[in-house]
């Protein structure tokens, strides 16, 4: 067992440190963003595999964090813990026109065509997801990293500290400077907090994209899919528009009270990656799926280094 820096406390850094101290390493995170500052926190955060390739490794990496997350959300006598802001919810994603099964199939239990649409709809399927409450998730993480005995400290990199033994580069967008990667780029997206209005299943229609997810106190309303766009701050028509769609497709929306917004850049790449090049271990570019396919990482991440 040896001493591992994972570098990023995002979803990805900090299930990584995780995964790596159950297999007995000693791990220190570096962030120049702390867990709540990250791009992870903004997620909406619903388990689906979206924009992240390639398929056959974003199935199975998908498949076993649908697995490990619906751990975490069972009920405490079951092993899961109701602290960790991750909980299984019932959805519908929605299509204009008649549609394949998605690419992703395997990596989901069961998936039901439904007819039960809104207005507007021809095709559909629901499933039961996972879904995390962001800061709760990430804050339930990073005490994991605490108890297992890793640590978690605020550092701004200019280049992987190599040299001390091995290094796992989670610093998803800032990969294009920490590994050298000019093909991360970012893909923005804005989403809009708005109050619990009494709902308790997700919706999405890839098209807007426009996706509805209950969490417990608020619903987060999106979104966007802006690639190349580095700002964020939030704009108001495009959040008028977000709330418009949204209205459509959940009527039960219209008027809810607007709680804030917030904008993220995905880390999007042609492809996830994943490999290690001599001591360090990359793994970044999960584009808009970096919960659907985190544990799934971090397991290949805990083999690299064994
Ligand atoms: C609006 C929106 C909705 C989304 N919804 C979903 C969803 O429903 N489901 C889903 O699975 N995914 C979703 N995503 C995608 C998900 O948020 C990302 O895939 C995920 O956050 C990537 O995690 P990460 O840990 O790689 O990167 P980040 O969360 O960006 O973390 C990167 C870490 O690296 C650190 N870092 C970077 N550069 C340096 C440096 N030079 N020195 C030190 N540290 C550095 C950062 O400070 C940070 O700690 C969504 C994203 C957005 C924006």
Same mark, same amino acid.
């Given at each position: 067992?040896?001493?591992?820096?994972?570098?990023?406390?995002?979803?990805?850094?900090?299930?990584?440190?995780?995964?790596?101290?159950?297999?007995?390493?000693?791990?220190?995170?570096?962030?120049?963003?702390?867990?709540?500052?990250?791009?992870?926190?903004?997620?909406?955060?619903l388990w689906y595999?979206? !924009?992240?390739?390639?398929?056959?490794?974003?199935?199975?990496?998908?498949?076993?964090?649908y697995?490990?997350l619906s751990?975490?959300?069972?009920?405490?006598?079951?092993?899961? @813990?109701?602290?960790?802001?991750?909980?299984m919810l019932p959805g519908?994603?929605?299509?204009?026109?008649?549609?394949?099964?998605?690419?992703?199939?395997?990596?989901v239990?069961?998936?039901? !065509?439904?007819?039960?649409?809104?207005?507007?709809?021809?095709?559909?399927?629901?499933f039961t997801s996972p879904t995390?409450?962001?800061?709760?998730?990430?804050?339930?993480?990073?005490?994991?990293?605490?108890?297992?005995?890793?640590?978690?400290?605020?550092?701004?990199?200019?280049?992987?500290?190599?040299?001390?033994?091995?290094?796992?580069?989670?610093?998803?967008?800032?990969?294009?400077?920490?590994?050298?990667?000019?093909? =991360?780029?970012?893909?923005?997206?804005?989403?809009?907090?708005?109050?619990?209005?009494?709902?308790?299943?997700w919706?999405?229609?890839?098209?807007?994209?426009?996706?509805?997810v209950?969490?417990?106190?608020?619903?987060?309303?999106?979104?966007?899919?802006?690639?190349?766009?580095?700002?964020?701050?939030?704009?108001?028509?495009?959040?008028?528009?977000?709330?418009?769609?949204?209205?459509?497709? =959940?009527?039960?929306?219209?008027?809810? !009270?607007?709680?804030?917004?917030?904008?993220?850049? !995905?880390?999007?790449?042609?492809?996830?990656?994943?490999?290690?090049?001599?001591?360090?271990?990359?793994?970044?570019?999960?584009?808009?799926?970096?919960?659907t396919?985190?544990?799934?990482?971090?397991? @290949?991440?805990?083999?690299?280094?064994?």
């Amino acid at each position: 067992m040896q001493r591992v820096i994972v570098v990023g406390a995002g979803v990805i850094g900090l299930t990584c440190a995780v995964r790596l101290l159950e297999a007995g390493h000693r791990v220190d995170v570096l962030a120049r963003d702390l867990p709540l500052e990250t791009t992870s926190s903004v997620a909406a955060a619903l388990w689906y595999p979206y !924009r992240a390739l390639p398929q056959d490794k974003v199935t199975a990496w998908a498949r076993t964090s649908y697995a490990v997350l619906s751990r975490i959300a069972a009920p405490s006598d079951l092993g899961g @813990d109701p602290e960790s802001g991750v909980r299984m919810l019932p959805g519908t994603e929605v299509f204009a026109a008649p549609t394949g099964d998605p690419w992703w199939l395997p990596a989901v239990p069961s998936l039901d !065509r439904t007819l039960d649409l809104p207005d507007g709809y021809r095709d559909g399927w629901a499933f039961t997801s996972p879904t995390a409450d962001m800061p709760v998730y990430l804050a339930w993480l990073a005490g994991r990293v605490a108890e297992l005995g890793g640590t978690i400290t605020r550092l701004n990199l200019s280049a992987l500290p190599v040299g001390r033994g091995p290094v796992v580069n989670c610093a998803g967008l800032g990969s294009r400077l920490l590994g050298a990667d000019r093909s =991360v780029v970012p893909v923005q997206g804005q989403v809009v907090y708005v109050e619990q209005v009494g709902l308790d299943r997700w919706w999405l229609d890839g098209s807007g994209p426009t996706y509805v997810v209950p969490r417990g106190h608020d619903v987060v309303v999106g979104g966007t899919d802006v690639e190349g766009e580095w700002s964020r701050t939030p704009s108001p028509e495009v959040a008028s528009q977000i709330l418009a769609r949204a209205a459509r497709l =959940v009527p039960e929306l219209r008027g809810a !009270r607007v709680l804030r917004h917030k904008v993220g850049l !995905r880390p999007v790449r042609p492809a996830v990656r994943l490999e290690r090049i001599g001591d360090v271990v990359h793994c970044y570019g999960h584009g808009g799926a970096g919960v659907t396919l985190s544990w799934g990482c971090a397991d @290949d991440v805990v083999s690299l280094l064994s």
